[in-house]
Every structure is written in C-alpha cells, then in structure tokens.
C-alpha cells in the first residue's frame, strides 16, 4: 500500500514538475520569439491554461505526501537517525516547510494566473510562478533523494 | 467586481500571513495538533513527550509537528485573510502585492535558518 502511495505520490510531482516548469519558462521566456523556433511554439501555449491544473497538482502531491510522511517518519527515519544522516534530514525538513509556505500562496498564484494580464501582474505572477517552481523542484529532488538514499545501501 | 476584489484582497493577505505564522509555529514550537504516528493518536496543542513522561518515550511514539505547525499558519492566515475581505474596496493593498512573493521567500530564508543545527551535527 505504501509503495503503492509513493508511485503515485511520484507519478503526480512528475506532472506537476512538468506543468509548472513549462509555465515558468513561458513566463520569463521573451514574448517575441521566432515564430518558428521551439522558444516560439514553447511560448504560444497558453500558460494560464496550466494553473488550474498546477494548483490541483500541488494540493494531490500535498495531500499524499503528507500521508506517506506518517509511514516515513515511522519506518524510515529512525533509520537514518540512526546511521546519523542528519544533513539529509534537514534537508527534508525544509522540504516540508517549503511545501507548506507553498500551499499557503496557492490561492494568491490562482488569483495572479486568472486575472487578465497587466505589465504589474505580468511581473508578479512570473516571480511567484518562479517561486512555485522552486519549491516544486526542491521537493522532487529532495524527496528523490532521501527515497534513493538507502537504496544501494550507500 | 466587489467580490472578487475581496477574494484578490484574501488570497493575498493569506499567503503572507501564511508564510510569517508557519515560521513564527516554527520557531515558537506552536502547532495546533500533535500526532503520534505508531499510536495513531492526534492531540490538540503541542506536546513533547519528555515534559510529562520518560524522554525514551520518543524513541517507542515519535512526534510530529509539521501537521500542527502548517495547521497554525492556515488557521491564523485564514482569520487575517477573511478579516481583511471585510474591508470596503477603498482600502486598498498598502504593502503592495511585491510583498507575497518577497514575504515566503524571507520566510523561506528564516526556515533554512532554522534548521541549520541539523546541518553541524
């Protein structure tokens, strides 16, 4: 059931990932780019598209991980608690703090994305899409980490 | 217009005031809930297990904050949040809309030095 939960924990944050890498990139990529080169199909998608989806995304991700942080904190961190691998607990804490900062601005990034787009909300929503997108990707990889951290026995 | 002025008003108060109340939980050690995993117990407030029983007792049924501490942040960015969608339209934002961007970044930086003991064990 756990490893069950982790693949789709898994499966989701890859979508996520996507998603809020692509918007990012739109965001901050030149609105004028050749209209033939990947810069200028990457941008004609319309990013806004994406929120809706990035907000459902994060708060699935949110929701599991949180699920599987009660098994984690019961079967594996003891573990590495044990063989002294406190770096990568703190770095999984600030995983779970991020994640939590992150959830607490999802309502002001659906507002930023929904609205029609001014030079000002321009501005704002690519920071707080960057914003986003750090957050997201901080977690993958730190989530990647601490689950393949044991995997070899390393 | 009103209303959705009110919600911009809302969901930006919420994300600031969400970001200063978790790393205030954080560092104040307030989290609404505790939870104890291996029991299956959820107790409303903070609770260390070393204050009232042996400090062994964290190794048999460790506790878990980061529910309780993201609980707070909601809770109170909730309150803020609705209190300021209250308010008529000529009230209008006076930190500007910058500060729910820059205001989780610095609380971001505050979460990285707080837990910056694990990373000098």
């Given at each position: 059931m756990t490893i069950a939960l982790l693949m789709v924990h898994g499966l989701v944050a890859v979508a996520l990932l996507g998603a809020i890498t692509h918007q990012t990139l739109a965001a901050w990529?030149?609105?004028?780019?050749?209209?033939?080169?990947f810069l200028g199909r990457f941008r004609t998608?319309?990013?806004?598209?994406f929120a809706n989806a990035i907000v459902v995304l994060y708060l699935i991700s949110a929701l599991l991980g949180a699920i599987l942080y009660l098994y984690f904190r019961i079967d594996v961190r003891p573990t590495l608690e044990r063989e002294g691998h406190w770096q990568s607990l703190g770095l999984f804490d600030l995983k779970e703090h991020f994640i939590s900062i992150g959830l607490g601005l999802l309502p002001a990034y659906w507002v930023l994305w929904r609205r029609p787009c001014t030079d000002e909300s321009h501005r704002m929503r690519a920071l707080l899409t960057a914003v986003m997108a750090f957050i997201v990707w901080w977690s993958f990889l730190i989530g990647h980490y601490l689950n393949n951290l044991k995997g070899f026995g390393l | 217009m009103t209303s959705e002025l009110a919600f911009r008003r809302f969901a930006f108060t919420f994300g600031i005031a969400f970001a200063v109340l978790y790393v205030i939980a954080l560092a104040r050690d307030w989290a609404l809930v505790t939870v104890y995993p291996s029991l299956g117990v959820v107790l409303l407030g903070t609770h260390h297990s070393k204050d009232v029983a042996d400090p062994a007792i964290g190794f048999v049924a460790p506790a878990m904050y980061w529910y309780g501490w993201t609980a707070t942040a909601a809770t109170g960015a909730l309150v803020l949040g609705l209190l300021t969608m209250?308010?008529?339209?000529?009230?209008?934002?006076?930190?500007?809309?910058?500060w729910v961007c820059v205001g989780p970044v610095l609380a971001m930086l505050a979460c990285i030095y707080l837990t910056l003991p694990w990373f000098r064990l």
């Open positions: 990529a030149p609105v004028r780019g050749r209209p033939g080169s998608v319309p990013s806004a598209s | 209250l308010l008529p339209d000529r009230f209008t934002w006076r930190f500007g809309p910058g």
